[in-house]
């Protein structure tokens, strides 16, 4: 995610890491000024992050010493949930640009009472009290997961480094909740953990974790939000795509969670 230096010279290391380690994939994330150089080497670009770095893009690129975690085996699929993320959001078009600048302006107790949560329903950052709760709801909803979010600990440490984490409850249950985790250097931030229990799901409970998210970071000066959503999934593509949120890549085959190796949709949107 940072390298300094010729990447050609950082290549022969990489190989030779894959081999003795038995991975699969190599990910590397590229500043602007240095996204010949992976091509090069026989990486290929498969997606890009708006703004990443302070403000300038960071392409993403991919090899793989694996060569059948290559194939993405849902592309159809995950080809129509973009084809309609992209379809709403031009039959919305014209209000687009009127509700991005409604949301810079609006305050915070606009922003919750825009949020309509229905009654009993509260949206708030998560404390350290929430760990323990927190890491129960992960593990239920997550068979695998690339972070080990079912634990309290993990979760305890990351508040306390550089995480972000919003829930929604109801009646005093958490039913919905997200992350943040922030780059300060860079000034952006990956959207991620989003989970809502199956009973919750459709009410528009992450949307508003999302609005939330944003409105912290923005008082924080971060320049971009992004995420990396599970591109099987239509509910969390759906609402990053409402939001404003650009489709810039897909990375196939990125990270073990639900029941193995799924392909990752990018999604960003620069303030």
């Excluded at 290929?44 to 690129?61: L, P, T």
């Excluded at 995950?78 to 709403?88: G, S």
């Excluded at 989003?194 to 949307?207: A, D, Q, W, Y």
Aim: contains cysteine.
């Amino acid at each position: 995610m940072d390298f300094i230096g010729r990447f050609e010279e950082i290549a022969g290391a990489l190989k030779a890491l894959t081999g003795t380690e038995k991975m699969g994939k190599i990910i590397v994330y590229t500043p602007p000024e240095k996204k010949d150089e992976p091509e090069t080497c026989g990486y290929m670009e498969e997606g890009i992050i708006r703004g990443y770095y302070a403000g300038k893009d960071c392409h993403i690129y991919s090899n793989y010493p694996e060569s059948s975690r290559e194939t993405s085996f849902y592309k159809e699929k995950e080809d129509r949930i973009i084809k309609n993320c992209l379809r709403k959001d031009r039959g919305t078009g014209k209000n687009q640009k009127k509700n991005k600048i409604s949301r810079k302006k609006d305050n915070w107790k606009k922003r919750k009472e825009k949020s309509r949560l229905p009654e009993g329903y509260t949206l708030r950052p998560a404390v350290q009290a929430d760990a323990s709760a927190m890491a129960s709801l992960y593990s239920q909803g997550f068979e695998l997961y690339p972070t080990p979010l079912h634990m309290e600990n993990y979760i305890l440490e990351t508040m306390h480094s550089n995480v972000l984490y919003f829930l929604v409850e109801k009646y005093g249950k958490i039913v919905s909740l997200a992350s943040a985790e922030m780059d300060p250097k860079n000034r952006n931030a990956e959207i991620t953990d989003c989970l809502t229990i199956p009973s919750e799901r459709g009410k528009g409970h992450m949307k508003e974790l999302i609005r939330a998210l944003e409105k912290e970071l923005s008082e924080r000066s971060f320049l971009t939000f992004y995420t990396l959503c599970r591109a099987s999934a239509p509910g969390i593509n759906a609402a990053f795509s409402s939001l404003g949120y650009a489709f810039t890549g897909r990375l196939v085959n990125n990270c073990r969670i639900g029941n193995g190796f799924e392909d990752m949709n990018i999604w960003c949107r620069m303030l």
